[in-house]
Every structure is written in C-alpha cells, then in structure tokens.
C-alpha cells in the first residue's frame, strides 16, 4: 500500500481520477470537433468543386461590371526581391486594379530600387487618415503608362498593421486585397476571390488557401512547377497547412463562422474594414483580429454578412526552413491568438454574436489557444505519474496509439481530400512521402509546434510585443541556387 | 487465437475502448491511403480513355465542321461520318459525355455555318436526350450541366423544360436555367423577367451583360420595361444595362426615377444619367442636393454626375455648395467635377479656396498622374 506523509491515498486517487478524466473528456471533443470540422469541409469543397464545373472566371476579367481591387503589399527592408514581387503583382489576370505597395520606412534601399525601375515621381496624393497611422512621407506614381497601376507609399515606420491601414487610406476601390509582398500569387487568384463577392452582396471578406512554396519552380514572380519541399521541416508545414485549410477552414466557412484569414492574401470591403477600424497595431495576429472586428462590427450594426472561403490554392509562400525561425512564427502566431481573444473576450459565449459567440470563438479559445497548455500539462502530469511510479503500462501504450493512430488518420483525411480536389502534388513518390511525413509529424513536429505556441504566451506575459526577425531565403535566391546547381 | 481471445476478455473496459479507436483509426487511415491511390489510378485511366475517345471524334467532326451546312439533307459524307460517330460512341455514358463537350468546347470559338453544324451533330446524335435526361435529375450539380449543355448547344425544343427551372431550390440550377433562358430567348430576350421574382446576384448580371454584348445589339430589349420591376434585384439590373448598353431613349424614364423612395435605384439612376451623358438631366440632378445633403453616397454621386452632365453655373454653384460638405469624398469629388468643368467652374473652384481649406485637394486633383 502506498502513502504519502502528506495526502490521504483517497485524496490523490480522487485527483488521478479528476485530471484522468478532464484531460479524457477535453481529447474526446477536441478529437470530434476536428472530425466534423473535416467531414463538413469535405462535403463542402465537393459542392463547390461541381459548383464552379460552370463557371468561366476569366469572364469576370473582360467584364466592366468587375469591381475595383485595390491590392495592398506592406514592404519592410525588401529591397532583394521587392522589383520581381512588384512586376509579379502587376502581371496578375484582374483588369480593374491597383497594386499600392507600402514602404513601411525600411532601412535599405528598398524605395531607391522601386523608383528608377518603375519611373516614379513623388505626386500630390491628397492622403486622409481615416485610420489614423504613422507619417504618410510621400506618394509615388509611375510617368511610365505601362505601370500606370502602381502606387508606392513612402512612409515612417510603424509595423504590419500600420502599412495596411495606409493602403486603405490610400486606396479608391470598392474591394481591398491585403497580401504579403514576397508571396506568389496565382495568376488568377483575383478572378477567383472576387467571386462570392459578386455572388452575394452581404460578403464582407473572402479568404483562400495558402500553400508551401520551398522547392518550387518560380520564374518571374511565377509559379511553374509545384514540387514538394526538399528539406523535412517546411515538409512537416505542407501537411499541416493542407490539414488547416482543407480540413478546417471550409467548413467554417460553410457555417459562417469563419475567424481567420491569413495575412497572406485576403479580399475586404474596404468600407467595412475602415468602418470597423481598419487593422489593429497593438497585436501580432492583426489578420485574425481584423476579421473578427469587422465581423463585430456586422453584429453590433445588425447587418447581415458573410465570409467567405474558397479551397483553391490561390497564394504560396515560403515557409520557414529552419527550426529558429519557425519558432519565431510559432511564437507570434500564439501570442496574436491570444491577444485578439482577449481585445474581443466580449464574445465568449454571447448569444448577441450568434454563431461566432457561442461556436467560433469557444472553438478557438479551448482548441486552438488551450490545447497547447492541456497538452503540455498532460506531458508534465504524465511525468510526474512516471516519477512516482503509477503509470499503468497496461493503459498508456493504447491510449498514446489511439492518439497517435487518430493523428495519422486525420493527415491521410486530408491528403485523400487534397489528390481529389486539387491535385497539385502529381508525382507518386511525393505522395509516398508525405505518408512518411504523416507517420513521422506527431512525434517529431508537433510537440516542438506545442512548445513554441507555449513559449509564445510566456513572452507575452513578459511583454514581448515585436514580430520577430523572420529571415527568408526568399524565391529568386532559390532560383539562381538551382541554376548554379544544373 | 484462444489466448488472444482469453486476453482481450481480461482487459479493463478502457482499454478494450483506447485498442478499438486505434484499430478504427489505423483502418480508416489505411482506407484513405487505398482511396488516394486508387483515384489516382481511376482518374489517370479516364484521362487516358477521353483522350483516346476525343482525338476518335475529333478527326470525324473536322470534316463535318468543313462541309457546308444547308437545309437539305445531309450530303453522304457527312451521313458516313455521324454513323461513324454514332458507332465509335455507342451506348456508352462516357463516350456522350465527352463528346457532348466537345461539342460545346468547339462550338465556343465558332459562329455561322460551323456552328450550325456542330448543333446539328449534337441533335442527331441525340445528345439533346442525353442532356435533357441530366436537366430532369434528381442530383443538383448533373440538372445544372443538362440545362448548361443544353443551352450551349442552341436546343430550343427544352426551352420549356428549362423554364420551369427558374425558380429551383438550388441555386446553381436556377443561375443556369436562368442563364439558358437568356440564351435560347433570341427574338424576345428576356421577356421572362417579366415574371422573375428570385434574387439576381452581380454574377449574373455579368453573365448577361457578357452574353448581351456578344449578341446582335439590335435585337437588345428596351430595359426601361423593368425600372418598376416588382423585384429590386431586376429593376437594378435593368438600370444597369441601360448605362452598359447606352440606351439614350431612357432618359425620360431615368429623371422620373430620381423621385423613388428606392435609395440604391436613385444611386444606379444617377450614376446612369451621368455616364450617358444626358446634360438634359443636369436641372433635376442638381435640384436633389439638398434632399439628399444628409446621404454622403447620394451627394457623392450627384457631386460626380454633374460633373459630367452640367453645363451652366448654377450647376456649378450646387458643386461649389459641395465643398462645404462634412464628408471629405464629397467635397473632393465636387472639387474635382468643377475642376473638369472649364475654366467658369475653375474660377468658383479657386475662389472657395481664399482661405486655403482646399489646398491639398486642388493640389490632387491637378496633379496630371491622379487624373483617373
């Protein structure tokens, strides 16, 4: 019989039996919330497969009913890329169109490589603070017709958030497209976005997939052929981001209760997204907090509105490479979790905010932001139970295989959910690995993903408020690397 | 087997349970690997048979595409050719399905007698039932692209079969029911407005402006016939395709409609006035500014069309009341209307600015590289 000096038995068995049984509870929803949320998505993404059997998007391209995009592209210290990224962007298949490029005070010659290769001259944009932002320094139009689309914004330093909301100042279209400059966007993503917004008139946003650019053959700001990463960590991404959009956003999307659209690349009503504030400069996640705000917004104003969702692959990015960097990313990504939950904790099971009150964000808050801690103290509880020698053999090897088996059978969901929607991995070899990478993700890759989200909320209780350097090899370096290789 | 059998009695409930989910999963994840390659497999073997079925037809249609088309029957030749047709694609689902759009794919980039003929295959080889069977399914998605075939493929002997899918459940169906309509109706296009009382989304109304603009412009109905449609989505879109198509005969109609109690209406039938250039609606344009000072979209749009349409200076001066207006789009679209508007109009311009309010404006507004 084993006793402790400081604790009647019944006492800690009575706690085993607690903790056992929450931690059991939190995994049988998490894991049911996951497998509807797939189930939903699926149903989903074939309807709008046949759906879209009809549709010729490039009619919208020729038509004068199209309306105006603005596309914002923040740029901070880009000067190795920024003429390939801005010639790629004035390529894109869309006829009535902006491309507003920020420089956002970077510390190189960013701004003295824009203006000689697009012939630009400081202009007298008369530019209003509807947001109010940092020093707008000057406004740059091209003398060049060819270029008569583009727009640089020189100004003062002041963060992600900050340069967006100068494009929405400065932008004179209806619809604003907000992406990350060093991200390739298909030729005819705008075609595509723009649709539920010509769909419905209550589409406040609409989102697309972002996939996982490494090892890619890009040509030209272009993307030629897709190809799996080489290296096993932004690999491990392909996967989970195949999970998250595919898997996931669809279905939320379905149930328009949609929180989330990547900073990559989303399309907003720029009336709404100013109405509502513009982007917020006082998070790192100011993606999702803008979309959750403009959302609020649609409540409180009692409008009816939709976000919408699209699973096409639209935008590739470049993933980060290497476990330092990915860890910064991790980092910020937990930290602007947590923080527009918190600017927007009004919602947590309010029935004023309908389907976003009582699902959408309860969903985030116990799933998205709490799993980390649950898992991590699930990690420290079953060490402790290993220190004091009560882990039952008996019942921990197939509870960690039903875990693990449950992890593996959703990564397969969702490649099976990839090879019969879009197809973008063709080779066969490349599917055997990523099977490898799905056997290999819940024991290599994702305890590190829970470390860094936890590491993330521990530097916000320290205050840490910055981004975090994020180095990129960046798509034209690869190129040359290839060539000097062949 | 016994001892497995013994064994797995022995075990705790739990357990049994945590062993069962790992089974189910394990199974289920190996389930899906099957399926992907297996569809990899099905998908890669009916590529492989359309192409074959594909470059089979296609040889016999280019001959039939090149013969001349006339009412009298078929020469031989090209009676040897739709049987061969006809033998290479039997009774197969498959063989209907990709010659029906091939069909439609050719047809797209013909017109006259190719195309004729092309619609005459599709009818002879009976591919008109075949679609028209899709039109009268159950499933959504295969109804749709019945009624899409059969549209693109000019057969108005459904014309009614298609009607009667205007007001579908679903969406999809009732978009292309409608879109066929609007097809197949050539002599009095889009009569069924008249009785259209479903919603007509932006999409749809760019279908039709790009399937109007590609059609024979004297044959374009009188959208004014729709201003008072009892269904908003419709009167819009008349308006709309009044300003798209220039129909200057509507202009009476259009300065009537400043009165609707409608917002949006009155929004479109500026816009509209403005873009056809109908200077004889400057006097009751410019009369709706104080009515519709409170409204920054309205006066933006009346600040915007007098720009284009007035003429005399008590145009002039409702625009230079404009630029007193709170809102600031107001007051730089009226700045930028009397910019536009010679040099009368550039003179109240300047002289509203004595004190220097407007400065940065004007300087936008005659910066020649922000002239939109």
Known sequence: ?486 | MIDIIETWSDLPSEVKVFILISLVALCGALLFVIFLFSSRQVKNSLKQKESVLRSRFQGSLNVIMLMESSDEEPAASAQFYLSQLQKDMGESRLAKQVMTDQLIGLKKNLVGASADSLTNVFRKLRLNAFSSGKAASFSWSTRAQGLFELAQMDDKDSFERIKSNLHARNVTVREEAFMALVKLDKDSSLQFLNDYHAPLSQWMEMRIHQHLSNSDKRKLPDFSQWYNHSNLDVALFALNMTKQFRQLNAVQKLIALLDDPNKSKVVLTIDTLGDLDAHEAANPVSSKMLEFWDNDVLSRRIAKTLGKIGYAENHWKVLSGYLTHPNYSVRFEAAQSLYKSGNQAKYILNRANSEGSLTTILMHVEDPLLQS
């Open chain 1, 1 to 486: 019989m084993w006793k402790t000096p400081y604790f009647n038995l019944d006492d800690m068995n009575a706690f085993y039996f607690v903790v056992n049984v929450l931690i059991f509870i939190y995994a049988v929803a998490i894991s049911s919330a996951y497998l509807i949320l797939a189930v939903m998505s699926i149903l989903e993404m074939r309807t709008y497969m046949r759906k879209n059997y009809f549709v010729d998007h490039k009619m919208i391209l020729s038509s004068p009913l199209a309306p105006g995009i603005s596309l914002i592209a923040p740029a901070y210290n880009e000067a190795l890329t920024i003429i390939d990224n801005v010639k790629s962007l004035l390529s894109i298949m869309y006829n009535n169109y902006e491309v507003i490029i920020i420089n956002d005070g970077s510390k190189d010659d960013t701004l003295a490589k824009l203006v000689p290769a697009f012939d630009l001259v400081k202009v007298n944009f008369d530019v209003q603070y509807n947001v109010p932002t940092k020093n707008v320094r000057g406004v740059y139009k091209s003398r060049n017709l060819a270029f008569k689309k583009l727009v640089v914004v020189d100004k003062e330093n002041g963060g992600k958030a900050d340069a967006l909301n100068v494009g929405l100042n400065v932008s004179k279209k209806d619809l604003v497209a907000c992406i990350d400059v060093d991200c390739i966007i298909e030729p005819d993503a705008l075609l595509k976005m723009v649709k539920p917004f010509l769909e419905k008139r209550e589409v406040i946003a609409s989102g697309g997939v972002v996939r996982i650019a490494n090892s890619c053959v890009i040509e030209e700001g272009r993307l030629i052929e897709v190809k799996l990463p080489e290296k096993l960590l932004p690999r491990m991404q392909v996967l989970e981001y195949i999970r998250a959009f595919l898997l996931g956003r669809m279905a939320w999307s379905k149930l328009n209760g949609l929180l989330l659209i990547s900073g990559a690349f989303g399309l907003f009503k720029r009336e709404i997204a100013l109405a509502a504030g513009g982007y917020n400069h006082n998070t790192v996640g100011e993606d999702m907090e803008l979309v959750v705000r403009m959302r609020r917004h649609m409540h409180e104003m009692n409008l009816k509105y939709i976000v919408a969702y699209i699973p096409d692959p639209l935008c590739w990015t470049e993933a980060p490479a290497d476990a330092k960097i990915l860890s910064r990313q991790r980092n910020r990504w937990a930290r602007g979790t947590f923080e527009t939950l918190k600017i927007h904790r009004k919602l947590f099971f309010n029935p004023r905010y309908g389907l976003m009150g009582m699902l959408s964000y309860p969903f985030w808050f116990f799933f998205e932001y709490l799993s980390p801690f649950i898992e991590f103290s699930g990690f420290l509880f079953f060490l402790f139970l290993v220190a004091i020698g009560r882990v039952n053999g008996l019942f921990f090897v197939p509870l960690t295989l039903a875990v693990y088996c449950f992890a593996l059978f959703m990564s397969m969901f969702a490649l099976y959910a990839e090879e019969t929607s879009f197809f973008k991995y063709t080779q066969k070899r490349d599917v055997m690995k990523m099977i490898g990478v799905a056997l290999l993700e819940p024991i290599w890759f994702h305890p590190r993903v829970v470390w860094w989200s936890l590491k993330g909320n521990i530097d916000l209780i320290k205050g840490k408020k910055t981004w975090g350097e994020m180095t990129r090899q960046g798509f034209v370096q690869y190129k040359k690397t290839e060539k000097k290789v062949a």
